[in-house]
């Protein structure tokens, strides 16, 4: 049972272009949720998080949308750069204070120059 | 600052053999945590420890123990390892409230 669905496996978008990455989800009791990315041989980065009971949340070229009715989130880059290439996971937390984090597959974000 | 650090980086096992993979945290956290990730798949939580001196499992802890030897440190180990086991293992940790985690750079572990 997947509870967090990342159903694009890559996206590829030009530099100065927006960039839109979906995440679907299924536990309702998700009370937080994060976007990290992640270059090769390194470890999950930390970029956004949003709290269950905002719908937006902004922070410099990365804002995260949340639509609880339709357990949907959204990570948008705007200007995409070319550093921003990387594969990009969401995660809901569904343990309560223990933060414990369930992953979706991630998107791959190509941004070329 | 080394923020979270896993050793080793790499390690090659045959089946059978006992291992055990290194995390500490110098940013003074109390709760850590273990994944892993299979190629074309997310992270998955195996073990985390709240704070010093507990442990609970996760999604997917057959096959593995772990150890809060003190606030810094948070060791995994596989008694006996087996093919399915061959990944990349992530440590995090995170401070008290809301997240992030923070994640070390990972160990690779192959198991023949």
């Known amino acids: 049972d997947q509870q967090v669905k990342q159903n694009s496996p890559s996206l590829s978008v030009q530099e100065g272009r927006i960039s839109i990455l979906n995440c679907d989800y299924t536990?309702?009791?998700?009370?937080?949720f994060l976007w990290y990315k992640k270059y090769p041989a390194e470890g999950p980065t930390f970029l956004i998080s949003?709290?269950?009971?905002?719908d937006k949340n902004e922070d410099g070229r990365f804002t995260v949308f949340l639509n609880k009715s339709a357990k949907h989130l959204s990570l948008h880059i705007v200007p995409s750069q070319p550093g921003d290439s990387a594969v990009y996971f969401c995660?809901?937390?569904?343990?309560?204070?223990?933060?414990?984090?369930?992953f979706g597959k991630g998107t791959l974000l190509t941004v070329n120059p | 600052n080394a923020g979270v650090t896993q050793t080793p980086k790499f390690q090659v096992l045959k089946t059978g053999q006992s291992m055990t993979l290194q995390c500490a945290q110098d940013?003074?956290?109390?709760?850590m945590y273990w994944y892993r990730q299979d190629p074309g798949m997310g992270l998955r939580l195996i073990y985390y420890?709240?704070?010093?001196?507990?442990?609970d499992k996760g999604e997917v802890p057959n096959g593995y123990n772990v150890s809060r030897l003190n606030k810094r440190e948070f060791s995994l180990r596989l008694e006996s390892a087996a093919p399915s086991q061959t990944s990349v293992y992530f440590c995090?940790?995170?401070?008290?409230?809301?997240?992030?985690?923070?994640f070390g750079d990972g160990t690779r572990l192959s198991i023949l």
């Open positions: 995660a809901g937390n569904s343990g309560g204070s223990n933060y414990k984090l369930t």
């Open positions: 949003i709290s269950s009971i905002k």
């Open positions: 940013m003074n956290h109390n709760s």
């Open positions: 536990n309702s009791m998700f009370d937080y």
């Open positions: 420890s709240a704070s010093e001196g507990t442990t």
């Open positions: 995090a940790s995170r401070s008290t409230g809301p997240p992030p985690q923070h």
